[in-house]
């Protein structure tokens, strides 16, 4: 890094800022863990390779694995994973 990019304060900071380096003056009075969003999911049925799309809006009734929604999969047991 040949040049130090000028200081802002952290008002200052925007869109503009976004893959850039800057340089900020300050005190970090709290750190927060990374909280992970999911963007794109879906489940598949490890017995009929059936795929749900997830939508992140209704995540929370996704928490628990549900039974496969194929109506030819012999239902009845929770059988899906989650797919990356």
Known sequence: MDEVPEKISVGQISSSH??????????IEKIYPIKA???????RCQRCEHTLSLNPRHLRHYAVLQPCREPSCPQGQTHSSYLQ
């Open 18 to 27: 976004i893959s850039k380096q800057i340089v900020v003056e300050g005190r």
């Open 37 to 43: 969003k999911l963007i794109d999911g879906a489940f």
